[in-house]
């Protein structure tokens, strides 16, 4: 590291040199950050095959352990959610249905059949860019992930390039209208 590299914290892994080091205010990206704007990456591959445009990204010690968006009118099955989609790539690369040791990055606040997969997968931390006051099930219209009556409960945060994930599903259900 030089003098001008800025210093390296565990939570946020170093960036290489093909991926962004800073937001266009000079402001260095999060680890965060990076990982939501992959999933916004994903939510776009979902919009161009007709799906509401909801990405997905599980990392792991600060690499991407899988990687998914909405395929429910893709595939005809309304369980592929991105997050489900994501979960059941994560378990495999496992090779284990707990998703320890990870963090769930989503561009919309996950739903209550993605909420409760989440628990019983045992992911230990989300992180959602927008909420989803019509049917999110981490705070908006129910508190899935932070209920207290079940076994397992991840930290959640929100925020993260919210208003990138919120545009672009404006922008999709506009062009429905």
Request: some cysteine; glycine content about 8%; proline content about 7%.
């Given at each position: 590291m030089t003098a001008d590299e800025p210093?390296?914290?565990?939570?946020?892994?170093?960036v290489t040199a093909d991926e962004p080091s800073a937001t266009a205010d000079a402001r260095p990206v999060t680890a965060d950050e990076r990982f939501m704007a992959l999933a916004l990456d994903q939510?776009?591959?979902?919009?161009?095959?007709?799906?509401?445009?909801?990405?997905?990204?599980i990392?792991?010690?600060?690499?991407?352990?899988?990687?998914?968006?909405?395929?429910?009118?893709?595939?005809?099955?309304?369980?592929?959610?991105?997050e489900l989609v994501a979960l059941r790539a994560a378990a495999s690369a496992l090779g284990s249905?707990?998703?320890?040791?990870?963090?769930?990055?989503v561009?919309?606040?996950?739903?209550?059949?993605?909420?409760?997969?989440i628990v019983l997968a045992r992911v230990p931390e989300v992180v959602f860019a927008a909420a989803d006051p019509?049917?999110?099930?981490?705070?908006?219209?129910?508190?899935?992930?932070?209920?207290?009556r079940l076994n397992h409960r991840p930290l959640?945060?929100?925020g993260p390039?919210?208003?990138?994930?919120?545009r672009l599903l404006r922008e999709f259900f506009a062009a429905r209208r």
């Open positions: 210093p390296v914290t565990a939570d946020e892994p170093p939510a776009r591959l979902a919009a161009e095959h007709g799906d509401i445009p909801v990405g997905a990204v990392a792991r010690h600060g690499e991407v352990l899988a990687a998914a968006h909405n395929e429910r009118e893709l595939r005809s099955d309304p369980t592929a959610h991105a249905w707990r998703v320890l040791e990870c963090t769930l990055y561009t919309l606040e996950p739903c209550a059949m993605c909420a409760g997969a019509k049917a999110g099930a981490a705070g908006s219209v129910l508190d899935v992930l932070g209920d207290a959640v945060r929100s390039l919210a208003a990138e994930s919120a």
